[in-house]
């Protein structure tokens, strides 16, 4: 350190010195001369000197002016652009951006709107080379004439600003010399004039132009002339006119002050002004100036988000989808301007939402009429669970900020978490519903709604066709496609597909009994038994074929098989197909006690359908940078996760739900038009214990699609399975998707058979075999294991709370 400061003050020493020196030698030189001479040496010695203190500041001299643009950075800037998502039919359904900009080229753009720009910001804009030394000198007569300075940035400069913002941009600073002030302003001021003087060397006028066009913030969240042109008055740079020009220029000068939204009567003043000004300088005639004047602005205003457009949940997912390849590749989703060719189809997503909201009013106005305003927050018992509501407060945003407001103090946290005020709150019938209630009541009004989730897919490609997180994205933005839950009955697959694997077949028998077997319980360290119930609590004690089994979704035997087979073989069966989720190796898992996720579940659904190979989920099939080279591309290549003999035979039983005596999907044949007899369909209930998780999984040729439903939390369910059972819940949102899909003449290609088996497979193995049993157990579909002391105390999973005063 010592030695640093003393080498700095060996240097102020010898440039002492050499000042002095220089003076000396300067009198001696011009002792006698003309004064005139001498004025004009010590002009050219400013001039000189000025230009090397500009090499000084670019050359960054012992780092006493900081870093600038270097040259490659001029010549290739880089600026924020939103990047595009576009749907797998061609519809951009949205954007991701932190600053909203697209950029457009020159001829794109009225060009009335460069006339209006140079003749208010910079009229000497053809005759400088980014420094306007007449501009200055106007400036500086003001100034020192009536103390007000008047702007006298160049576009060129301005341009500069907007690409580069070093006054806020921390890697360009201003050196060791910016810690003294009033010097800093200096520094930034020459950096400015230096980059402007080298921007006019690498670019001609009009590509000045176009930039400056692109990069300048006009307010509102609108970056560049092509949002500016959307947000303002609903068109397009090239469609603008000379008043609408004039108004964009215009608050260019306070983008709050002239903004015509937030200060019209000020934005209409500087209008006039700015079209004055285009009169003046010739562009317009007095006539058509005065005639513009008198008009009134005609504002189409409409600021667009990030959330605007199509498939918000699909968009979300697809930002999570990307975030590794980003990190992998250096490409930012928000800044980069990438375009994002996706999966998802936006009549299938269309149809997706109406099936979610058409079928959810039903659910809900049951689960109203089943509960009232009473608690249906229970435990096991069916008890209302105390303290419920304030423990899920505890979870939210707004408690959280009032206990960072107030430490220490639960008083005053309490006391305005009960304290009422205007909160906006959701209903089916009414988007705009306000009521004066408390952030507890909210909640407690929020917790009445049920949730869903609903996906579809292509079974031979992974890509993912729709995709609906939940009833509503403003108010709920937690996504139930990955809301980790019990699978129940729809679990059977993965036990059945491990039996056909294990070589088996639907026509082989089973016995529906009661027997049961011993297990570890991981809680009390020791083994005991374990038995399986079906959901009506008996047995009918038939011989029964798998088939009929499967199709009437019968507890003992699924787990009679699954033992039979052996629980890590169907464990490692369901992996293999898709599921991702830990698995507990207990007898359990034949009924679905896992929790798993709806994505990984159909994914295990698309495997049979696509005859035994597994597709992972495709969300996004290509992405191009801004200059339109590809730069990602999805893979195509599946997995063989079932035999094409075990695909073929589940793809039977699937079928079998629906068309066999008994079958749990029959309910889905009333959304079977005509027009639909064409296809093939199948499916599988599932609803988890006490009702709290519902689900189906409607099963095609080329078209797959599953629903969850259930309350935000597991303690919030219907108290009966004639109400609250996938059948009655999930299933008519998959039914009433696959009509509106199948019937529309757009998507004929989806419309398939499973057909003949293509390599030779007995059919007395899976035709002619199903078993009609009259059994409760046929009217409903659920876990049927509370009896088993092995998930008494299982635990329940939350999903997260929503803030009540964002609801």
């Known amino acids: 350190m010592h030695t640093f400061f003393d080498a700095v003050k060996s240097l102020i020493h010898k440039a002492h010195d050499g000042w002095h020196k220089f003076k000396v030698w300067y009198k001696a030189l011009y002792k006698g001369k003309p004064w005139y001479t001498k004025c004009g040496v010590a002009v050219a010695s400013l001039v000189v000197c000025f230009l090397v203190f500009l090499i000084a500041v670019d050359i960054n001299f012992l780092w006493l002016f900081g870093k600038s643009p270097s040259t490659s950075s001029i010549m290739h800037p880089k600026t924020s652009e939103a990047s595009y998502i576009y749907s797998a039919d061609g519809v951009e359904i949205g954007k991701y951006f932190d600053e909203n900009r697209t950029p457009v080229k020159y001829d794109e753009i009225n060009p009335e709107f460069f006339n209006v720009l140079i003749d208010t910001e910079d009229e000497r804009f053809y005759k400088h080379h980014g420094i306007d030394f007449g501009g200055l000198g106007a ?6 004439l009536h103390g007000r300075p008047r702007g006298a940035s160049t576009i060129t400069q301005q341009l500069v600003k907007n690409m580069f913002r070093m006054r806020t941009n921390k890697e360009y600073t201003t050196g060791l010399l910016g810690y003294i002030p009033g010097v800093k302003m200096v520094i930034m001021k020459a950096k400015e004039w230096i980059i402007a003087t080298k921007i006019e060397i690498f670019y001609n006028k009009q590509e000045i132009l176009e930039m400056y066009a692109n990069t300048v913030d006009f307010g509102s969240n609108a970056f560049g002339i092509k949002t500016a042109a959307k947000t303002y008055f609903n068109t397009t740079p090239d469609k603008l006119k000379v008043q609408e020009c004039a108004v964009l220029v215009g608050l260019l000068k306070a983008t709050s002050t002239y903004n015509p939204r937030l200060n019209p009567k000020n934005s209409l003043r500087r209008r006039n002004v700015v079209l004055d000004g285009l009169c003046s300088h010739g562009h317009i005639s007095r006539e058509k100036c005065d005639s513009l004047k ?4 005609e504002l189409h205003f409409s600021v667009e988000s990030a959330y605007d457009g199509q498939a918000l949940y699909f968009r979300q997912e697809v930002a999570r989808y990307l975030e590794d390849w980003c990190s992998q590749t250096g490409y930012e989703l928000n800044t980069d301007g990438l375009k994002i060719y996706t999966t998802i189809d936006t009549r299938m997503q269309r149809y997706a939402e109406q099936a979610v909201t058409e079928k959810m009013k039903v659910v809900q106005r049951n689960f109203k009429e089943h509960w009232g305003d009473g608690d249906c927050w229970v435990d096991e018992s069916g008890k209302p669970i105390a303290n419920f509501v304030e423990d899920k407060a505890q979870n939210t945003d707004v408690y959280h900020n009032l206990l960072a407001r107030y430490p220490n103090d639960l008083d005053s946290v309490n006391y305005y978490m009960n304290k009422p005020h205007r909160v906006h709150l959701f209903d089916y019938e009414n988007d705009s519903l306000f009521m004066e209630m408390s952030s507890m009541d909210s909640i407690r009004y929020m917790l009445h709604f049920m949730h869903t989730g609903f996906i579809a897919m292509e079974p031979q490609t992974g890509h ?10 403003k108010t709920w933005k937690y996504d139930n496609v990955h809301a980790m839950h019990q699978p129940g009955s729809t679990f059977k697959l993965f036990v059945y597909s491990a039996a056909m694997e294990h070589g088996m077949a639907p026509c082989i028998h089973r016995r529906d009994q009661f027997f049961d077997t011993l297990v570890y319980n991981q809680d009390k360290h020791e083994m005991e038994h374990w038995h399986p119930t079906n959901s009506n609590g ?8 798998l088939r009929t089994a499967f199709a009437q979704s019968i507890n003992s035997i699924a787990v009679r098989v699954g033992l039979d087979v052996g629980v890590p073989l169907v464990a490692q069966t369901a992996r293999d197909m898709g599921i991702q989720s830990t698995l507990d190796e207990t007898p359990a898992l034949m009924l679905g006690a896992s929790d798993v996720n709806l994505l990984e579940l159909v994914t ?6 696509g005859n035994g ?3 992972d989920p495709v969300l996004v099939t290509r992405i191009l940078d801004k200059n339109g080279n590809e730069i990602y591309k999805a893979p195509t290549e599946g997995e063989r996760a079932l035999s094409y003999r075990s695909a073929f035979l589940m793809q039977q039983m699937l079928m079998a739900g629906r068309t066999d005596a008994g079958g749990t999907s029959q309910a889905l044949n009333s959304y079977i038009t005509p027009s639909m007899y064409d296809t093939d369909f199948g499916g599988k209930t599932g609803t988890s214990n006490r009702h709290a998780d519902a689900w189906y999984v409607c099963v095609s040729p080329k078209l797959v699609c599953g629903a969850w439903v259930g309350g935000q939390y597991r303690q919030i369910h219907f108290r009966t399975g004639a109400l609250g059972q996938g059948s009655r819940t999930a299933l008519p949102i998959c039914g009433a998707f696959i009509q509106r899909v199948f019937n529309d ?3 004929k290609t989806y419309h398939a058979r499973f057909g003949k088996a293509q390599t030779y497979i007995d059919p007395a193995l899976y035709v002619g075999c199903s078993t009609f049993i009259e059994a409760d157990s046929l009217l409903l579909d659920s876990l049927g294991i509370d009896s088993l002391g092995l998930m008494e105390n299982a635990p329940m999973t939350d999903a997260p709370s929503e803030s009540p005063d964002s609801i």
Do not use: Q
């Open 139 to 144: 400036a500086l007569k003001d100034m020192l």
């Open 294 to 297: 008198a008009l009134p602005i």
């Open 464 to 473: 993912v066709k729709a995709w609906v997180g939940d009833v509503d994205f």
């Open 538 to 545: 008996s047995f009918s004690g038939a011989d029964i074929t």
């Open 604 to 609: 295990g659904y698309c495997t049979v359908a």
């Open 613 to 615: 190979m597994r597709h």
């Open 745 to 747: 003449r757009a998507l």
